[in-house]
Every structure is written in structure tokens, then in C-alpha cells.
């Protein structure tokens, strides 16, 4: 087994050093479990690649329709999506294109223009849909999507021209084709609505063939997931990316795979090399495999409803502060912690990224101490130094845990160089975190490569659009299981 030494090799100065020699002790016992030992670190990593080889091999299936008997004791989490793209520019992408953003949140229509070499010029409009009505039977959200439709090409003279349209979503949905596709359900958690199965195309046909509807023509040529709109557009602006990282409103990877390796799916062209996976990151452990490392305070931590400990728990920026917030006020409530003042403003409003990346740019520690995450004022040195070590190593174990997943795929390949698109707010802004995860990954691929580029969420409207480009000119009889 590797003797990985992670923490020294994350920093080399990570220790804590207090007035009180007692409370040293204290202070690192209460941490120990959120250091990840080398045993530890060898069974996560192989547990990812066991997933990732076994993604790909496997066709997805729904749980609803699932045979439970056959069911494996720990079933794979990582879906290992087939995106269907297999090539993206080739400078020929030109056109006007719409976009149905369907979110969470909101309704996006879009009417974009794409030219090769220039920005994508684009009119929008922003509905809100709601929760009535994404808890209706499926027709009436299909629907309300027409009604609105209407609405936009009406405003720009687009009625009675058929129109080439892709349908982008954060939604979960399966996918069998580039323009096929069904999803679960439209409302923010799957509680809210039964799970069902609805084809997202045979809907529109469906719907549009009321006479209400008839001055609608759309081509529907693709469908995808926010995150593949995010990678496509980082490969406009950029260039070849290898791979896409999404930890600012999500838990995703997604990498472009050599063809053999995808058992699920076999491409009939030979001169495909890649094909890019949605790897659904965010699900990794919802079998159970990370519950070992998951402390009482994690589980306090989750908020919502879903009680498994999945990676996005340990690395994602909403539950790494939450996880910050509640450690201090447990260390405040046992006497180690801003002993002699409040700390009111951390119960009630926790610590938000700006607070976090604030205090540890601070180098004096004298100013640390008035600025301690979640607004507590008052407090000591000792206080400051304690607050700084609590978030180094949670920092480093959510990167301990990143860079596991980011070495496995960079070490998939011989080639040693690659283009990997973040969007990541704390990975960008914190002034340590991009350190911990070059020097960790540096460690579990000490061969290869790599060159961060940042992106952001708000362009992955325009590679919602680029991607129809492409998607248009494309053979799609071809791309589907």
C-alpha cells in the first residue's frame, strides 16, 4: 500500500500552536477523525475506479423498474452518462438556434446566433413556473413550455418557421440518444411529484398537435444536462478541454473517454476518439461506500432530506462551510473555542465563502482575530490559530477527496498533458485550496500534467446553444444506443 504522507504534502506547515499546551491536545484529538489516514485514502480510491470501470460497462436502468432480487449488495453510484457527443467544433457551427432552459428555478427561452470565431449574440426572456404546475400531470408543464414559446416567437417573428431547438436541464434525467431522452420529474425534489418516465420529445409532439400550438415548428436535435452545455462552452472559449469540474452549484466531472473503454455504447465511426461521459460525480457513496469517514456533526450538516454520505458532503463549498460552522460552535460549546465572547453571528448566519477567503488571506493573526469566520468578534489569538487549523484540514480533506477522483481519470490515459475547465468559486478565490489539490494530485499522479482554466455557470446558456450548432449538423440516426 502507498505511503501517501498526504497532510505533509498538502502543507507542510499545517500544525497548531496555542498558549495552552492542554488545549493543543484537545483541540487535535477533537480533529483526528477528519484526517484521512493512507489506508483510508487506498480503499476510497480504489472504490472510485472499480466505479468507473464498471460505468461503463453497465446500461443505466430505473430504480422504479429495477429487479431488485438481482440487485447487487453495493451497486454502482456513479452513472457514467453517455453524452452521444463524440466530436464538437469544427468551425462549419453557424446559425440561429433556440434554447428551452428548463431549471429548478425557472423557464429560460433563448434565441441565440452562432457564428465560428465570434461570441454567441443572444435574446432572452426568463418565465417562472409554478410549483402547480410542475406537480401537474407532465402535459400541462409541456404546455406551459408552448404557451411560452408562443410568447417568444411571436416577439421576434419567429411563428410558423421551424425552428432548430436543443432542451438543456439541471434536472436528472436518462438519456438514449443526443435528441432522446426522459426525465423523472420537474419540481425540486423528487418527493414533491411521483417519479415518472416522460419522453421528453414524444411530450412536445404530443402537445403540439393541439390547434393552439399549430403556428410552432421546432426540430428538437438535442438534449442535455447543464453540465454538457458548461463543457461544450469551455471548449469554445478555450479551445481542447479534457475535462470539466463543476463544484459551484453541483458535484460533477466529465471527461471525454476513449472509445473501447465504453462497453455500454459502441461507436460506429472509427475515427471517433472520444466520448465525452458525465461521470454524475455528485452520487459517488450513496451506496454507503464514504459513510466510514462521516462524522455525527457531517449528518448534522445535511440539511435536506437525502441522508447519504455522497462526495458532494465532504467537498462541495455549501457543506464544507456548514461543516465549518457547526465544528466551531461544537469547540465553543466545549470550552475550546471563543470561550470568553459570542458567537450569536455564526449560529444565526453561518460563514459564507467571502468570510472564509478573507480570513486566510489575513497574515497577521492579530487581524485574523477580528475577522473570524462567521462575524464572531472578540476572540484571541489562540481562537484565531484554532479557527484557521479547523478549516485547513477540512479544506484539505475535501481535497484529499478531489484530487482521488481527478488522478483516477488523468491516469486512465498515457498521455501526460491535459486542459481541465473549473468552475469552482473556491477553488478560484481561496488562497489555498488550489495549492492542496496541485500538490495532492502532483502526489497520486506524479506523471502527468495539468492546466486549471476557469469558467462560470452563467455561460452555460450560450453552450446550450453551441451545442445545437453542433448537434444540427450532425448524423443523430447514429448517436443513440
Not at 465544528?327 to 475550546?336: A, G, K, P, T, Y
Request: net charge neutral; aromatic share 12%.
Amino acid at each position: 500500500m502507498s505511503n501517501y504522507d498526504i497532510w505533509n504534502v498538502a502543507d507542510p506547515y499545517l500544525n497548531l500552536d496555542l498558549s495552552d499546551k492542554y488545549k493543543i491536545n484537545l483541540v487535535k484529538d477533537y480533529m483526528f477523525h477528519y484526517f484521512l489516514s493512507n489506508e483510508t485514502i487506498h480503499t476510497i480510491k480504489r472504490s472510485f475506479e472499480k466505479e468507473l470501470e464498471d460505468g461503463l460497462k453497465r446500461f443505466e436502468v430505473l430504480d422504479t423498474v429495477y429487479d431488485k432480487l438481482s440487485k447487487p449488495q453495493n451497486p454502482n453510484t456513479l452513472g457514467m452518462k453517455v453524452t452521444f457527443f463524440t466530436e464538437f467544433f469544427n468551425g462549419t457551427e453557424k446559425g440561429e438556434f433556440i434554447v428551452i432552459y428548463l431549471s429548478r428555478r425557472h423557464l429560460l427561452l433563448m434565441l441565440a446566433k452562432v457564428r465560428p470565431g465570434f461570441p454567441v449574440e443572444t435574446k432572452r426572456d426568463y418565465f417562472i413556473v409554478d410549483d402547480a404546475i410542475r406537480r401537474s400531470p407532465y402535459i400541462k408543464i409541456f404546455e406551459y413550455i408552448c404557451d411560452c414559446l408562443i410568447e417568444f416567437f411571436s416577439k421576434h417573428g419567429l411563428l410558423n418557421k421551424t425552428q432548430t431547438v436543443g432542451f438543456c436541464s439541471d434536472l436528472p434525467f436518462i438519456q438514449f440518444g443526443i435528441d432522446h431522452a426522459i426525465v423523472w420529474y420537474f419540481s425540486e425534489r423528487a418527493t414533491d411529484f411521483p417519479l415518472n418516465c416522460y419522453d421528453i420529445n414524444r411530450c412536445f409532439e404530443i402537445v403540439m398537435l393541439k390547434e393552439k400550438y399549430h403556428q410552432l415548428k421546432i426540430k428538437l436535435v438535442v438534449l442535455l444536462s447543464n453540465n454538457t452545455s458548461m463543457f461544450i462552452n469551455s471548449c469554445y472559449l478555450c479551445g481542447n478541454i479534457d475535462m470539466f469540474l463543476n463544484f459551484a452549484d453541483d458535484c460533477d466531472l466529465l471527461y471525454l473517454e476513449r472509445p473501447i473503454r465504453v462497453n455500454k455504447w459502441k461507436v460506429s465511426d472509427p475515427e471517433v476518439n472520444g466520448i465525452l461521459i458525465d461521470t454524475e460525480l455528485r452520487n459517488f457513496g450513496g451506496n454507503g461506500c464514504l459513510d466510514f469517514i462521516a462524522t455525527d456533526l457531517e449528518w448534522l450538516a445535511i440539511t435536506t432530506s437525502d441522508k447519504r454520505a455522497r462526495i458532494e458532503k465532504f467537498v462541495t463549498e455549501q457543506y464544507l462551510l456548514q461543516l465549518i460552522k457547526h465544528i466551531l460552535i461544537d469547540l465553543h460549546h466545549r470550552l475550546l473555542y471563543c470561550r470568553n465572547t459570542t458567537i450569536e453571528s455564526l449560529q444565526s448566519n453561518g460563514i459564507s465563502l467571502t468570510e472564509l477567503c478573507d480570513f486566510a488571506n489575513v497574515k497577521d493573526l492579530g487581524h485574523a482575530a477580528t475577522l473570524l469566520p462567521g462575524g464572531t468578534i472578540g476572540g484571541s489569538l489562540d481562537d484565531a490559530k484554532i479557527a484557521m487549523y479547523v478549516c485547513k484540514v477540512l479544506l484539505i480533506r475535501a481535497a484529499v477527496l478531489t484530487s482521488v477522483c481527478i488522478s483516477s481519470v488523468l491516469l486512465r490515459f498515457l498521455r501526460e498533458d491535459f486542459i481541465i475547465a473549473v468552475n469552482s468559486p473556491m477553488l478560484r478565490k481561496h488562497p489555498d485550496y488550489e495549492t492542496y489539490i496541485r500538490n495532492l494530485i502532483g502526489k497520486f499522479a506524479p506523471e502527468k500534467k495539468f492546466q486549471f482554466l476557469w469558467t462560470e455557470d452563467s455561460f452555460s446558456f450560450n453552450g446550450a446553444a453551441l451545442a445545437t450548432s453542433i448537434a444540427n449538423r450532425l448524423d443523430r440516426t447514429k448517436l443513440h444506443f
